[in-house]
């Protein structure tokens, strides 16, 4: 079968594990719960030994595995330290030393869970065949990852990619999970936009289908009723649109990708909701017509175990 490697997704609930060919081919996958009692200390123990009891089931040697890719869900440092995980309890560790040490001196290379999306996205999803991609995660936040000449991005602080959280909107009040206020992630994520769509119908008695789900409106029921053609549910997705396409301009004029990748749940709603974002992001970067276009992710949740299994091709 040749050289294979590793690709290991560390969530908050579980722990996602993919072995691969080296061609990006996904042999198979599976998964472990992520257990966070006494700072997180088992999470690693638990992916080695699930590593080794597949590999045994398979009959593959670990002389066979070329490395085994981590994705964390927190800002990582080149050399693979990671100060916090706040959903695992994890700080001041060094999660790529600790599991190339717990697989007999495995190589284990690491990244950022967003970062390393991006990377999958590239390598075999949404943005294969080009080197330079910004994918942006529209979920429960607003996420992204800078792909540049096939690496990824993660600065000096492990701070770039973190698009959700370019502020775009001044008149904004609440603060946002990071600190900040009028941030992307406040408007465009899952919960911004149910957020928007409560404000909407607070704000005026127009009639609109959206009533009829009151404080419990999700964003899935804002997209469909835009869909459907509801007055009020597409102003929201202008909206959201709208602030979505400042944005994606802001990024293109800074580090130009060939294409960006749009997932997470949001995305779901498909080319209509690329529709909407590229008349806004085409308007806000009116300096050339020649830029990057935007597309839709294709790997869903295993965007993650493709790009960690990736880290270890490099």
């Known amino acids: ?32 719960p992520t257990r966070k009692d006494e700072g997180g200390r088992y999470i690693l123990e638990d992916v080695a030994a699930s590593i080794r009891n597949v590999l045994a089931q398979r009959q593959i040697d670990l002389d066979d595995v070329m490395g ?21 309890g994890w700080r001041d560790m060094n999660p790529q030393r600790e599991l190339s040490a717990l697989l007999d001196g495995l190589p284990v290379k690491s ?13 075999q999803g949404g943005g294969k065949g ?13 996420g992204g990852g800078v792909i540049i000449d096939e690496k990824i991005i993660s600065g000096k602080h492990g701070l770039a990619g973190e698009i959700g959280h370019i502020h ?15 941030c992307v992630e406040q408007i465009a994520s899952a919960t911004g936009i149910a957020r928007e769509a409560r404000r909407k119908m607070a704000a005026s008695d127009a009639p609109s289908a959206l009533r009829k789900y009151g404080d419990s409106v999700t964003a899935k029921d804002v997209l469909d009723q835009a869909k459907a053609g509801d007055a009020m549910a597409l102003e929201v997705v202008e909206l959201v649109g709208r602030y979505l396409g400042v944005m994606l301009a802001q990024v293109a004029m800074t580090v130009d990708p060939e294409i960006f990748v749009i997932g997470g749940g949001v995305s779901k709603a498909g080319q209509f909701l690329i529709d909407v974002i590229w008349k806004y992001y085409d308007h806000y ?30």
């Open 130 to 142: 080009y080197t330079d991609i910004v994918m942006v995660t529209l979920g429960t936040g607003v």
């Open 1 to 32: 079968m040749g050289k294979m490697c590793i690709g290991v997704d560390v969530g908050g609930t579980s722990v996602k594990l993919g072995l691969f060919e080296t061609s990006g081919t996904l042999v198979y996958k599976w998964e472990v």
């Open 111 to 123: 990244g950022n869970d967003a970062n390393v999306a991006a990377l999958g996205e590239m390598w």
């Open 168 to 182: 775009v909107r001044d008149e904004e009040w609440e603060h946002c999970n990071c600190g900040g206020v009028g």
């Open 68 to 88: 085994a890719g981590l994705g964390v869900p927190g800002p990582v440092m080149p050399d693979g330290y990671v100060e916090v995980c706040v959903n695992l």
């Open 285 to 314: 970067s009116p300096i050339s017509k020649n830029k990057g276009k935007i597309g839709l992710a294709t790997l869903g949740n295993d965007a993650g175990i493709y790009g960690a299994a990736r880290l270890v091709l490099d």
